[in-house]
């Protein structure tokens, strides 16, 4: 058993006083006790006492269930079917070292963190996972709709979790395409997000058989026209430098935005781009929106049932007892 509003028994411990010392010490016969016998006898001749008491007695457990009934008692069970329409959404997260690069403040991975956040934020029913990857891919987060979960794995990701570095997208969306190809029903989303530097495999080719499968494959490119330098640790103090080449010179990390527009177009998706102005996730939230949802799984969960209305019923009954019940005897 449960309550809803559990501080409301607090005012049961006044009303179970009251009620004891109407049981024990309340005598009806006590009334003027030093008037006389015969004026006593006189008046108190058509008076019920017994019904007084039920009166009495009536009112205050009426009170007492009413106090219950406020509380929200709940007890036993009820099982509840819920249906959620919505898209399964995979979200193949790019954390090579490249993503540290600064041209899009405060960093490639830092902006893409923020702009999906804001993103699943406007999630309605859609399931979502997230992969990451960099020289190889791994799942993050199971497909969920545990949206406040999903914000907590993201906030995590840095470019420091897989040493193995690279970008890989191709294995990153042949691991997506696993997720949600078990599925036969359609409504499913790739979304790949990378600055596309230094790719690796056949991206073109994999997003071709998972339009074939009905999974849309949406990019997002990170990072400006320009480039930017990538910022490495030189040592445990976190002295930093920026990524050189074998000759010395510094590396310029630039978006490979027409390797992302051509993976998206073969996966039957559109690219986005992530910069420093306005709203990026805006335009990608409501291609999602626009999409045809379906029923993507229902379940049924127990849990406890709202009982305050019986109680409340029998505080009824007890208030009408007190009301109605005579306390005089008609005698003609």
Same mark, same amino acid.
């Given at each position: 058993m449960n309550f809803s509003y559990p501080w409301f028994l607090l005012l049961l411990i006044p009303i179970i006083f009251q009620l004891l010392v109407e049981i024990i010490f309340y005598k009806n016969i006590n009334i003027f006790p030093n008037a006389k016998t015969i004026i006593r006898e006189n008046n108190y001749k058509n008076i019920n006492f017994k019904n007084n008491d039920y009166t009495r007695y009536s009112f205050v457990f009426g009170v007492l269930c009413l106090t219950l009934a406020a509380a929200g008692p709940q007890f036993g069970s009820k099982v509840k079917k819920v249906e959620r329409q919505g898209v399964d959404l995979v979200i193949a997260f790019d954390t090579s070292i490249s993503m540290d690069a600064s041209d899009v403040k405060p960093s490639r991975i830092e902006k893409a963190k923020y702009e999906i956040g804001k993103l699943i934020q406007n999630l309605k029913g859609d399931r979502v996972s997230i992969i990451v990857f960099a020289g190889t891919s791994h799942l993050y987060l199971p497909l969920t709709t545990d949206y406040e979960a999903a914000q907590l794995f993201l906030s995590a990701i840095d470019t420091k979790m897989i040493p193995n570095q690279g970008t890989s997208i191709s294995s990153a969306l042949e691991k997506a395409i696993e997720i949600v190809k078990k599925d036969r029903n359609k409504y499913k989303v790739v979304l790949l997000i990378s600055d596309g530097e230094d790719h690796e495999g056949n991206a073109i080719d994999l997003s071709k058989q998972a339009s074939d499968l009905d999974i849309s494959i949406h990019t997002v490119g990170i990072g400006s026209n320009m480039g930017g330098l990538?910022?490495?640790?030189?040592?445990?103090?976190?002295? $930093?430098? %920026? $990524? /050189?080449?074998? *000759?010395? /010179?510094?590396?310029?990390?630039?978006?490979? $935005?027409?390797?992302?527009? !051509?993976? *998206? $177009? *073969?996966?039957?998706?559109? %690219? %986005?781009? %992530?910069?420093?102005?306005?709203?990026?996730?805006? !335009?990608?939230s409501d291609e999602i929106d626009s999409m045809e949802k379906r029923k993507i799984n229902s379940h049924e969960y127990s849990e406890y049932e709202e009982r305050f209305q019986p109680v409340a019923f029998c505080s009824l009954l007890f208030f009408i007892i007190s009301f109605l019940l005579p306390n005089r005897f008609n005698r003609d």
């Open positions: 990538i910022p490495i640790n030189l040592d445990s103090d976190d002295t $930093k430098d %920026f $990524k /050189r080449d074998k *000759a010395g /010179r510094l590396i310029t990390s630039v978006l490979n $935005k027409v390797m992302l527009e !051509d993976i *998206a $177009k *073969a996966g039957s998706g559109q %690219f %986005f781009h %992530f910069s420093n102005n306005g709203q990026s996730y805006v !335009d990608l």
